[in-house]
């Protein structure tokens, strides 16, 4: 079972660039508060279409989608990624 | 009028001569001296100190690419020089894949000299690592660019010259700096003829992922281009605005006195595409176009040779 959560946590940690400790980050922090840059933010989005096997439409290539963990895991819902997936 | 329709009409008036590559030209003197008369004509509004004005060469060091981000969101743009570093053991094996191979580039390695990603790059490099005073710093660069980006159309030039008014200080500061010389650029490029419009606008950040940066740079409005006609009725950007937040404070590591990364924000005026819409607006034959543009550019009856 793959939880989408810590694949996202997973993905910020490799990919965001950021100062903190991502894995105690609740759901809701601001991303880009805690040191998410634009630029860091396209490579969390291909990371994140990697991990997923998603693609993301233009509508959510927004700065907006990456905001916080939850922003993403709603993101990744509209395109069809569950909570938690076999 | 249509863009091949204009690139002819260029051409056939000799003011541009095709280099044999895509978006490579020679200019006439003529052409030239419409060009140094925009120079001399948006030089004489701006306010930078004497001593902080400057002619950057068309190339930069390698690590002012890097340092920029520029080879983060437009690596499809940019242009590094490389060269044979081999001695006279390796020289024969060389020569003989430059007669008989079509990818003797392989052999070359790469420099660390690059193209001009934009005029005011390496003016940032030169702040690396240092303070400037907090009531900021004005520089006038102009430098030659170069964009990877081969096309039939005059309007997109590879090698190109920007003309730059740069700010280094505040956000506040940086902000005031570009929205005056938008205010003041538009003016100062109707006063030719020219049909100015200001336009939000995005920079062409490379692939999918980069429309995060484009429609981030588009939700806080960071760039405005002036645009007017240029190769046809189309407008296109002939300058711009833009505020870098702290984007460059952050990258070469150039902070305020008073504490915390150095904001900036450039005016760029497009030397090569405001003498195309010049043209495009008044005609091909400069010594026809309205007296007072001539006067303004300093141009003189003469069309062939610079005033």
């Known amino acids: 079972m793959i939880n989408t959560i810590d694949t996202i946590r997973e993905v910020l940690s490799s990919h965001g660039q950021m100062p903190v400790d991502v894995s105690v980050l609740s759901l809701t922090a601001d991303l880009y508060q805690q040191g998410l840059t634009s630029h860091a933010s396209v490579n969390v989005m291909l990371a994140l279409e990697d991990a997923f096997e998603v693609e993301f439409p233009d509508a959510l290539l927004r700065k907006s989608t990456f905001e916080s963990i939850a922003a993403i895991a709603a993101a990744l819902e509209t395109l069809g990624i569950e909570e938690m997936q076999d | 009028m249509q863009t091949h329709e204009f690139r002819a009409s260029l051409l056939d008036a000799g003011l541009l001569v095709n280099s044999g590559g895509d978006g490579i030209f020679q200019r006439s003197f003529t052409f030239e001296s419409i060009v140094r008369g925009v120079e001399s004509y948006a030089s004489n509004a701006g306010d930078a100190p004497a001593n902080q004005r400057f002619f950057f060469a068309p190339v930069m060091p390698l690590a ?132 100015v419009q200001v336009v939000v606008a995005n920079d062409p950040f490379f692939g999918r992922a980069g429309r995060i940066l484009a429609n981030g740079q588009i939700e ?88």
């Open chain 2, 64 to 195: 002012t690419l890097v340092s920029s981000g520029y080879a983060h969101s437009f690596p499809n743009l940019m242009g590094v020089v490389s060269s044979f570093a081999g001695s006279d053991r390796e020289l024969p094996a060389f020569l003989g894949k430059l007669d008989t191979d079509d990818h003797w580039m392989s052999e070359l390695t790469a420099s660390d000299v690059a193209l001009s990603s934009a005029a005011c790059h390496p003016l940032f490099s030169n702040f690396s690592h240092q303070s400037i005073p907090e009531e900021g710093l004005l520089y006038e660069i102009q430098g030659v660019c170069f964009r990877h980006e081969p096309s039939i159309d005059p309007a997109r030039m590879q090698s190109f010259r920007q003309h730059e008014f740069v700010y280094l200080g505040t956000s506040d500061g940086a902000l005031a700096h570009r929205d005056k010389w938008i205010e003041l650029g538009s003016d100062l490029l109707r006063e030719l003829g020219l049909d």
């Open chain 2, 220 to 307: 806080k409005e960071l760039k405005f281009e002036l645009t007017a006609p240029i190769s046809s009725d189309a407008p296109g950007a002939i300058a711009s605005g833009n505020y870098h937040e702290d984007h460059m404070g952050r990258v070469f590591d150039i902070t305020i006195l008073a504490g915390g990364p150095m904001h900036s924000a450039c005016f760029g005026l497009g030397l090569d595409r405001i003498t195309l819409a010049l043209i495009y607006a008044h005609g091909t034959d400069v010594s026809q176009w309205p007296r007072d543009v001539r006067a303004l550019l300093s141009i003189s009856n003469s069309t062939t040779g610079p005033s």
